[in-house]
């Protein structure tokens, strides 16, 4: 089975920054895009980042030029490098990734990690 685990969510002030990480691992074939997600409070889930198998990357406006999303296709991880963050960052942010499993190599299954909370606060 297939599964996306996420590291790195905490507390940090206003203007920091954080990294997190997501490990896919599992029976899989091969992984085409990888992004990330988040949900605040009261709000419903947004797309971040995200970056294709080869590279291509985007981003939700509101964090753009902030964040930044990167892959190693070796290790089937994904980053997101979270600079100058705002109080309105805090959520719970997910990884998801769209992988084709040995299990089933006819078809693209999109995955999501458990989430890691994320709080900007003084």
């Known amino acids: 089975q297939v599964q996306l685990v996420e590291s790195g969510g905490g507390l940090v002030q206003p203007g920091g920054s954080l990294r997190l990480s997501c490990a896919a691992s599992?029976?899989?074939?091969?992984?085409?895009?990888m992004n990330w997600y988040r949900q605040a409070p009261g709000k419903p889930r947004e797309l971040v980042a995200g970056?294709?198998?080869?590279?291509?990357?985007r981003y939700a406006a509101s964090v753009k030029g902030r964040f930044t999303i990167s892959r190693d296709n070796a290790k089937n991880t994904v980053t997101l490098q979270m600079n100058s963050l705002r109080p309105e960052d805090t959520a719970v942010y997910y990884c998801?990734?769209?992988?084709?499993?040995?299990?089933?190599?006819?078809?693209?299954?999109?995955?999501w990690g458990q989430g890691t909370q994320v709080t900007v606060s003084s």
């Open positions: 970056v294709t198998s080869d590279g291509s990357t």
């Open positions: 998801n990734a769209k992988i084709r499993s040995t299990m089933l190599l006819s078809s693209w299954t999109a995955y």
């Open positions: 599992g029976s899989i074939y091969s992984i085409d895009a």
